[in-house]
């Protein structure tokens, strides 16, 4: 069983940048793919971004294309997410995940073909 556990969440104002870790414990197999979600309240959960394996490979939302950036530690075992420019409307709760054994440079975007998920830190951005 992986445990996702996400860190680094907080209160900022709009402009500001903030770093999210996600540390996947236990995460020995190959090819694990790591992408974060964000829930805001009343909204449904949407993606964010993802690495793929490799680390060859990342994809955005168009919302935060340009102003986060997924990367991942040499071990694979710990992804970040720096979001520059912070708006307001990136308030939520923040998740990360990890797939089940994905082709090499996979990114996948759909919250379904993610096995592994953390419990979530808030992000919250004053205007």
């Known amino acids: 069983q992986v445990h996702m556990v996400e860190s680094g969440g907080g209160l900022v104002q709009a402009g500001d940048s903030l770093t999210l870790s996600c540390a996947a414990d236990?995460?020995?197999?190959?090819?694990?793919?790591m992408g974060w979600f964000r829930q805001a309240p009343g909204k449904e959960r949407e993606f964010v971004g993802c690495?793929?394996?490799?680390?060859?490979?990342?994809a955005y939302a168009d919302s935060v294309k340009g102003r986060f950036t997924i990367s991942r530690d040499g071990a694979r075992t710990t992804m970040f997410l720096r979001m520059n420019n912070l708006k307001p409307e990136d308030t939520a709760v923040y998740y990360c995940?990890?797939?089940?054994?994905?082709?090499?440079?996979?990114?996948?975007?759909?919250?379904?073909?993610?096995?592994?998920w953390g419990r979530g830190t808030q992000v919250t951005v004053s205007s």
């Open positions: 690495i793929s394996w490799s680390g060859r490979t990342t």
């Open positions: 995940a990890a797939t089940a054994r994905t082709p090499l440079d996979a990114t996948p975007s759909r919250g379904d073909e993610y096995r592994y």
């Open positions: 236990e995460l020995t197999a190959a090819n694990i793919a």
